[in-house]
């Protein structure tokens, strides 16, 4: 079943130009790495779920990488986000447009929100983070790319942050994990497969979202042809946190109360996985 959600943003065919808001931040040249000080320009404020008698700062001494998927000026330079990058298991485009909710609210608009939030959250809790991207104005970076920035960051988890672009009948979110492909990935195959499973968990706690109803097992579905899987050599996995395509669905997306709601929850399970 075609999607141009995360499976798009791994290297697929680039979907049409979409229409884009007036999102903030600054462009991102192909290997620029972002800081966590460059995605606090108005993201809200953030608290954690710890309980009292957790460390204040459970995350001290932890390296994330957070990978926001696409980017909103794809769309203004197909010739460079549609040439061809090796992912190992075949070619495909360096990145995509990503979809949008019929209303025309962008997946790369989406997965930047979504994003900025848990950068802060997990700041507070005391982890080190390196984005793929500082803004949702720029082109790019290549899927290839957005991998050797967590790679290059040693970090102890990569989490890619997108929106599905399914048929509108199905809804749910799912994680998408690496498969062994006789390259990079393999020796943290296992591990991304724990870190899955937690972010699997903690979403559906924290959100209340179902799994999705047209793709993978109990939310969890296993890929070989996404360069951002393929090429990592530190535990990485995708979430789609839903489909833009459904209504209800894009309906909570469109809510900065969910989006942190989200947020949070993928902070947590990156937390239960870490700890």
Avoid at 194 to 221: H, N, Q
Wanted: net charge positive.
């Amino acid at each position: 079943m075609a999607v141009v959600g995360c499976g798009a943003a791994a290297g697929g065919t680039s979907a049409p130009a979409l229409p884009q808001p007036s999102p903030a931040g600054g462009a991102v040249a192909e290997g620029a790495i972002g800081t966590a000080a460059a995605a606090t320009e108005a993201a809200p404020r953030a608290g954690t779920s710890a309980s009292a008698s957790a460390p204040a700062e459970p995350l001290a001494g932890k390296v994330i990488a957070i990978d926001p998927g696409h980017n909103g000026g794809n769309y203004r330079d197909p010739g460079y986000i549609n040439r061809q990058v090796d992912v190992l298991t075949e070619h495909k485009a360096c990145d995509t447009t990503g979809t949008a909710t019929r209303s025309g609210y962008t997946e790369a608009a989406f997965n930047w929100d979504v994003s900025k939030r848990l950068v802060k959250i997990l700041e507070a809790r005391g982890a080190k983070v390196k984005l793929t991207r500082t803004g949702n104005t720029g082109v790019g970076p290549c899927i290839t790319q957005r991998a050797a920035i967590g790679n290059k960051a040693k970090a102890d988890a990569a989490l890619s942050v997108h929106a599905d672009g399914a048929p509108s009948g199905d809804h749910g979110f799912h994680v998408i994990m690496p498969k062994k492909i006789d390259g990079p990935v393999d020796p943290v195959v296992g591990a991304s497969r724990k870190l899955g499973v937690a972010i699997r968990d903690a979403f559906r706690s924290g959100t209340g979202l179902p799994y999705s109803t047209y793709i993978g097992s109990k939310a969890l579905d296993y890929r070989d042809d996404l360069g951002g899987l393929n090429l990592s050599t530190v535990p990485k996995v995708f979430v789609e946190c839903g489909n833009m395509a459904n209504p209800g669905d894009a309906a909570k997306f469109r809510s900065p109360a969910f989006r942190q709601k989200i947020a949070q929850a993928l902070a947590d399970g990156l937390q239960n996985y870490l700890t």
